[in-house]
């Protein structure tokens, strides 16, 4: 299967800050995938480095499996909304389209329309940008990045502030583009549950730093489970998860509780443990829990890190 992006310890560092720590990632033919974080985690500066906006400060990327010199050839097959596009008020989405045909040297005058078609726009195409709505202005923000013909999608936030009807009519414009035009989408946002109806892959980012790269069927098996305890000394408790788990994700509850985020399927191991170090036990269960509570625990700094 075709790497359409591949990072290799890809950083970026503002003055003294480092904003992207250095990262490896890979994007593979076909996929939707998400890439979920929270305001200033890094997301649209990791996009600017794809789009080739910002240079990295060490690291390497890989586009299309193209390196050095080719990755700006290779970027030709990909379109990128990192930024609001600025369309002129007072043109038609035609005419918005048409300038930026020309200005980008799309040789078919038709695309255009084609583009306005796939994005369910024909109909408006005559209205003008300012009358249009914030659903219809980011699909036309995605018909500018199709113009081109692109065979993956970068798009930073294009749900962000969206009505339920917004965010439902570029969810099925995303799909439909994926799988009756196969193309691969990365895609961010700082709401999980937006884009649960829409990813094939999730990749939750916090402070740079990629803390989880999972599935869609895996975040609902992840997210739908956690352990919880309640023991007589919470103080060893996670002394020992921490020396026997070096991933482990818990967090501690009044009343001599603990909550296990991960290695729900090692409950009887972690059982076993406590009770071999001399822990007693007095409640011991796997209870189910909200995605958005998932998130919140990934990447909202709550809980244990
Ligand atoms: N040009 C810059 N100079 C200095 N700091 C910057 C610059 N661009 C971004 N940053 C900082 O980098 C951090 C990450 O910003 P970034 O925009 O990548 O986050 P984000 O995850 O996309 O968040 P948001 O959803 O708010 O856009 C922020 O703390 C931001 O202030």
Redesign the pocket.
Known sequence: METIIQTYQLTKT??D?T?IKPLDFSLRKGEICALI?Q???????LFKMLAGQLRPTAGDIHLFEKTGRDVAQARRRMGFLVETPVFFPDFTASQNLEYFRIQRGVVEKKRVDEVLEIVSLAKEKRKRFKDYSMGMKQRLGIALCLLSSPDCLVLD?PINGLDAEGIREIRNLLVKLNQEKQITIFISS?ILTELQLLATRFVFIKNGVIVEDVSKDSLQEKSQKQLQLTVDDTAKTAQLLEQTYVDIQFKVLPNQVIIIHNHVECSGDINRLLLDNGVSVSEFRIEARNLEEYFLELVGGHGHD
């Not at 305001?39 to 500066?45: L, Q």
């Open positions: 503002f003055k800050a904003i974080g305001n200033g985690s890094g997301k649209s500066t936030e700082h």
